[in-house]
């Protein structure tokens, strides 16, 4: 009787699932280190490790897939069995060459009835679950949805001299972060276009736009940077010692 009650129930169809694809295939090059950024310590744990634990914090999620080097993906399987276990399945894929081609080769590991994906970068360890939620809530409404913050400063374009040319007017502008999240129908047709174009973007969401598919900004936190320069790795120390990153 419950379960006929629960089939008629449109909140039973209005649940779509939901999986994460954490993109940690990159080089690193500007953090200048051998080892990748995913992998270095912050405050004693691995980078990635901190990325994961945070998104998984959101109950939504029902599985991950993390995109990793090759080379790497011993070394991480060694640390997910150390520093789990966690509450969702993980699956491994190994990463491309553009971050890019990283996201494709994880959309194409995703459970197969996975209706929305959560695409996050690992080098933004200070996610929370709420906006991870909130990213999911604008995805299933509109198709896409990317996190972001207003920008607060005054922006100058300038020429080559660093000379002003003028005063950019800054109301309508905003800084993408990540998760980027979307129906999964959508980012796979935009991805596949994407290559038989041969467009490379820096985000998700620009694939989308291209298309001419809706994307919905959510507000962000500025805790949610990316690490990516040394000064950004003892940022983000100086926020786990202070407690700032509590929900590490
Ligand atoms: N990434 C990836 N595959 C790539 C490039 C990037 O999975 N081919 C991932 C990175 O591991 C990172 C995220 O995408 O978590 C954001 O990229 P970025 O901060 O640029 O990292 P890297 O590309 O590793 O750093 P850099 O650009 O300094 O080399
Ligand atoms: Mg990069």
Redesign the pocket.
């Known amino acids: 009787m419950g379960e006929d009650h629960r089939m008629n129930s449109p909140a039973h169809h209005s649940s779509p699932l939901i999986n994460a694809v954490i993109?940690?295939?990159?080089?690193?090059?500007?953090?200048g280190t051998l080892l990748?950024?995913?992998f270095l310590a912050l405050a004693g744990v691995p980078l990635l490790i901190h990325t994961v634990r945070n998104l998984l914090r959101s109950p939504l999620i029902t599985k991950l897939v993390i995109?990793v080097a090759a080379e790497r993906e011993v070394f991480l399987q060694d640390l997910l069995e150390r520093y789990g276990p966690f509450s969702v399945p993980i699956g491994l894929v190994h990463?491309?060459?553009?971050?890019q081609?990283?996201v494709r080769l994880g959309l194409a590991a995703l459970d197969p009835a996975c209706e929305v994906v959560v695409i996050h970068?690992?080098?933004r360890p200070f996610i929370a679950a709420e906006i991870v939620d909130r990213s999911v809530a604008a995805a299933v409404e509109v198709g896409g949805a990317l996190v972001a913050i207003p920008v607060k400063d005054t922006l100058k374009q300038v020429d080559e001299d660093n000379t002003v040319l003028a005063t950019v007017p800054r109301q309508s502008l905003w800084l993408a972060q990540t998760p980027q999240t979307f129906r999964v129908q959508l980012i796979r047709e935009a991805h596949a276009r994407a290559v038989s174009e041969g467009i490379i973007a820096t985000d998700d969401a620009a694939l989308l736009e291209r298309i001419g598919a809706q994307v919905k900004v959510v507000r962000g936190d500025p805790l949610n940077f990316?690490i990516?320069t040394p000064d950004d790795l003892r940022l983000a120390e100086a926020i786990l010692l202070k407690g700032l990153g509590a929900r590490c």
């Open positions: 993109v940690a295939a990159g080089k690193g090059e500007r953090m990748p950024k995913p995109v990463g491309g060459r553009e971050r081609d990283s970068d690992a080098a990316k990516t």
